[in-house]
């Protein structure tokens, strides 16, 4: 799960990580109170979308003066913003957030991730701020600094100075720095984040340090014991057929092609897409129904596919393990009945209480292709979206 | 031979009165595996499927000598379960759970550090060898006695290879599904350290997904070590960058995390590459031929 900006500076501050002064406006009339109230004259404005690369889109401004606050978040506000991550159709921004705009000295990367590698909570650190972390990686690794943490004991004083020296922190600073990481590493292991990104972390001209951006997403498996942080969810930045898929146990994410996809098991579900591609057709969706999926489960599915209109054909394909085939046919049908479905469905199933499954499907008297394998499966239903497969309908 | 289980062990359930692990522990009892004890706290003294049940899996493990453990708890009990396992010295757990967050698998790979210990998952289809012993969920019947030995993060992936094994008449040493997470007990390494060792696994069938290089580091230490036909595919070529594909471990962060990637590096280190879902059983026929 993601969260805003302003949501992360929010708690990170409860653990007092320092982040510049400001606050979030859902209003052009809100930002002007914000900046009166910040009462300085150098303020930035902020879009709040999940979607990263904002600054290049256009999302970031500055202002010197509260009308000039004004003037900006209107530009920003109540419409779309496009940006790398947001697709062509953007994202719209909703809220904005005023903060007091600092002088730079110098600005760093810092991460906390769950390492695959370590198996354990990360540091990743990188001199130079506004760094695209994986680029950086790839081309000039030396520049990154990884830093496990045993969670045995936690953070270390010496890890953090390590890492600072890395990031060219020294003196004054050093002491402060530790503290910031000690506090970043608190609020990531406290709410079962799975990223921090403080992208830039900032050293002030001044003197200070400063979270200056800042970047969480938590574990879906922990959010029922962070009910703070499931609260925090903005469903405005979600696809409404994923939240609904969600909502239903269903795993969807929406796609760019015309062949919906109902399949059992991720792996599965990607393995199905694959095939669709390798027949030169485009998946319209990645969707897992998992495991002892009911009719009525299975009935839902269809119904989240269809809701996009760019679907020519489902494919259903079905290895039952834990599934039982003969549920899942039962959903089809009920579900081609109750949706009256026109667009030609392929069947593919396999595994526990396959001849049960397919009698559903052979008695209801409805119309499908029924496919063998999955290379069938994929051919058949990249087939039917240009209607050339009608010939092999059967009833 | 097969590796880890096999018609010598004996399992424990943790959780063998729940509604999955009930279901599984009898199905996989079907296929000849020895379910000797269940563990459900607060039921000791009781019998399940004609099975003791123990309140501890200190008390099963000594009174019915479990050496292999199944743990089908929910979630947010799995990694004190996974715990328990390992302080009582148990060497082979699976985990089937489906959904343990993450920080909680985190502490589990620090306690079990430094311990002889396998644990397989979490949010895997499980183990099998097959006709002899099943601890996990998969669909028995469609396994088969013989000499490929198969490993994926997938468990619908792990079946399909199987089935499209069986039209080439090709069974199975043993079967692992190694689990989807980002953080898991054993990896692809392990694993194929294990059927290296194993005289009867003639070939090995790698599954893997977007996301991470462990298949690259399996695949690099088989091209020097594993002195056996190792057949791998990856899934997720059409998957878009920065979504997590049902597990949590499937996402595409930087492009060396693409099923393309992978899968060039893989064939660079001198594996049997399959590009194509559907062909898995044909290229295991052709490496093994």
Redesign the interface.
């Known amino acids: 799960m993601n969260i805003h900006e302003f949501q992360a500076k929010d708690l990170m501050r409860q653990y007092g990580v320092p982040v510049p002064a400001g606050s979030v406006a859902h209003s052009v009339e809100q930002a002007e109170a914000v900046a009166e109230e910040l009462g300085v004259n150098r303020f930035v404005v902020k879009a709040q979308i999940h979607a990263g690369g904002r600054g290049k889109g256009g999302g970031v401004k500055l202002a010197h003066t509260v009308e000039e606050v004004r003037t900006v978040t209107d530009e920003i506000i109540g419409r779309p913003l496009i940006t790398a991550q947001t697709g062509p159709q953007g994202q719209f921004v909703r809220r904005v957030l005023i903060e007091q705009a600092v002088d730079i000295a110098r600005e760093a990367y810092f991460g906390l991730v769950i390492d695959r590698t370590t198996q354990r909570i990360t540091i990743i650190a990188c001199d130079g701020g506004g760094v695209e972390i994986e680029e950086t990686a790839r081309h000039e690794p030396e520049r990154i600094l990884r830093e496990p943490v045993d969670p045995a004991v936690g953070l270390l004083d010496f890890q953090c100075r390590k890492v600072a020296t890395h990031l060219k922190i020294s003196g004054k600073q050093l002491s402060p720095a530790v503290k910031m990481m000690k506090a970043l590493y608190r609020c990531f292991r406290d709410n079962d984040a799975v990223l921090i990104e403080v992208n830039p972390l900032a050293v002030t001209l001044d003197g200070r340090l400063l979270a200056l951006d800042a970047k969480m997403q938590f574990d879906d498996n922990a959010i029922y014991r962070r009910p703070h942080i499931s609260n925090l969810r903005d469903f405005d930045e979600e696809d409404p057929k994923e939240v609904e898929a969600g909502a239903h146990g269903l795993n969807y994410i929406a796609l760019e092609g015309n062949v919906g996809c109902i399949v059992n098991g991720a792996g599965l579900a990607m393995a199905t897409m694959d095939a669709i591609a390798l027949h030169d057709g485009q998946p319209a969706n990645f969707l897992d129904v998992g495991g002892g999926a009911s009719p009525e489960k299975v009935t839902n599915a269809f119904r989240i596919v269809l809701l996009d209109k760019n679907v020519k054909a489902v494919l259903v394909n079905i290895f039952a393990g834990i599934n039982r085939c003969d549920w899942i046919a039962e959903g089809i049908v009920r579900a081609m009945r109750e949706l009256k479905v026109t667009v030609p469905v392929v069947v593919r199933l396999a595994g526990t209480n396959v001849e049960q499954g397919r009698a559903v499907l052979a008695q209801s008297g409805l119309k499908f292709l029924t496919a063998n394998n999955l290379d069938d499966a994929a051919a058949m239903a990249v087939r039917a979206t240009s209607g050339a497969a009608h010939e092999h309908l059967h009833k | 031979m097969s590796i880890f289980i096999n018609k010598s062990s004996r399992v424990v359930i943790q959780g063998l009165t729940g509604q999955?692990g009930s279901f599984?522990a009898e199905e996989s009892m079907k296929i000849g595996t020895q379910v000797v004890a269940g563990v459900t706290p607060g039921k000791g003294g009781a019998q399940h499927l004609g099975v003791p049940l123990f309140d501890t899996l200190y008390e099963a493990v000594a009174k019915t000598g479990a050496d292999v453990a199944g743990i089908f708890v929910p979630?947010?009990f799995a990694a004190d379960a996974i715990m328990e396992a390992i302080d009582i010295g148990i060497r082979i757990i699976v985990v089937v759970a489906?959904?343990?967050?993450?920080?909680?698998?985190?502490?589990v790979?620090?306690y079990s550090a430094g311990r002889d210990v396998v644990i397989v998952g979490p949010n895997t289809?499980g183990l099998i060898t097959p006709n002899e012993c099943k601890v996990g969920?998969?669909?028995a019947h469609?396994y088969k006695p013989g000499k490929i030995g198969v490993v994926?993060?997938?468990?619908?992936?792990n079946?399909?290879a199987v089935?499209?094994m069986a039209d080439y008449k090709l069974g199975q040493s043993t079967c692992v599904g190694i689990g989807?997470d980002?953080?898991t007990g054993t990896d692809f390494l392990t694993v194929l350290r294990a059927f290296k060792d194993d005289p009867d696994t003639e070939a090995v069938v790698m599954?893997g997904?977007?996301?991470?290089?462990?298949e690259i580091e399996a695949a690099a230490w088989a091209k020097e070590h594993l002195g056996k036909p190792l057949v791998c595919?990856i899934?997720?070529?059409?998957?878009?960058a920065?979504?997590r594909?049902?597990?949590?471990?499937?996402v595409i962060?930087?492009?060396?995390d693409t099923?393309s990637a992978k899968m060039e590096q893989i064939e660079a280190l001198g594996a049997h590459v399959v590009?194509?879902?559907?062909?898995i059983g044909e290229a295991v026929h052709r490496a093994v031929q």
């Open positions: 999955h599984h979630p947010p489906d959904g343990i967050p993450v920080q909680d698998m985190v502490r790979k620090r289809p969920i998969m669909p469609i994926s993060r997938s468990g619908t992936l079946y399909e089935e499209q989807g980002t953080v599954i997904e977007i996301g991470g290089s462990q595919f899934a997720g070529i059409t998957a878009p920065r979504r594909m049902g597990h949590a471990g499937a962060a930087g492009p060396a099923a590009r194509n879902p559907s062909k």
